[in-house]
């Protein structure tokens, strides 16, 4: 089998010792960082995306391959960084003020860094000034808020109108999930998009990143 699609595979499989070691020997064997990213990690990770969204896989297992991700992603960043090769723009997240909930936002944040972003997580009981202010300080492309308890969803309307106030809103777009949250919900504050899982979540970054509506 091909380097590349047992990088893939082993990531799927969510096995966090095979990944890092194959993707050594990727690079050992003169294939380019970018390829490993793209055709290995970034590939398996897209089959993981697709399974969960479609009940084939579920959280744990994500996870797992999540880990993967990260161990695999430890060998090769500083080559990507060396060689030059462009990220698809920068995303701040983190879960609102008042939510210490973050099992999902760290997940997203994991799945978006395989999809080639920067991420700036800001952690949990994050203001709205702070993402704001962040998504300004790091020139970031996207702010994604997350929450699981309805008393603190009003804050993503904060965020929205914030950026709003600051004239950014047409520069930084916005998107908001959480168990509560519906697509409704978003329309409603003004948010750019929703996403139901980290999967969808992920969908939707990449089309505020590259401008689409």
């Keep these: 089998m091909d380097i590349l699609k047992q990088i893939a595979q082993r990531l799927e499989e969510g096995d966090d010792a095979a990944v ?18 793209d055709d290995g990690l970034i590939a398996g990770m897209n089959v993981v995306g697709e399974k969960f ?7 744990p ?19 990507l960084s060396r060689a030059g090769v462009p990220s698809r723009g920068r995303v ?9 909930h973050d099992i999902g936002k760290n997940l997203v944040g994991i799945m978006l860094r395989g999809a080639g972003f ?20 790091h020139d970031a492309r996207v702010i994604g808020m997350s929450a699981l308890l309805t008393t603190t969803m009003p804050v993503m309307k904060e965020v ?15 998107i908001v999930g959480g168990a509560p949250l519906s697509r409704e919900f978003a329309g409603e504050i003004g948010a750019d998009a929703y996403g139901y ?7 939707k970054v990449k089309e505020l990143a590259a401008g689409s509506p």
């Design 197 to 203: 899982d980290c999967a969808q979540a992920v969908e």
């Design 92 to 100: 701040v997240i983190g879960s609102v003020q008042g939510d210490l």
């Design 160 to 174: 929205v109108d914030l950026l709003q106030r600051e004239n950014l809103s047409g520069r930084v777009k916005t």
């Design 53 to 59: 969204r479609v009940h084939d896989l579920f959280l």
């Design 20 to 37: 890092p070691r194959l993707v050594g020997e990727a690079l050992e064997a003169g294939i380019a960082p970018k390829a490993v990213l």
């Design 118 to 137: 920067e991420v700036i997580d800001l952690g949990n009981d994050v203001a709205a000034a702070a993402f704001v202010e962040a998504a300004r300080s």
């Design 61 to 79: 297992d994500v996870l797992l391959a999540a880990r993967a991700m990260t161990a695999g992603m430890e060998v090769l960043r500083p080559l």
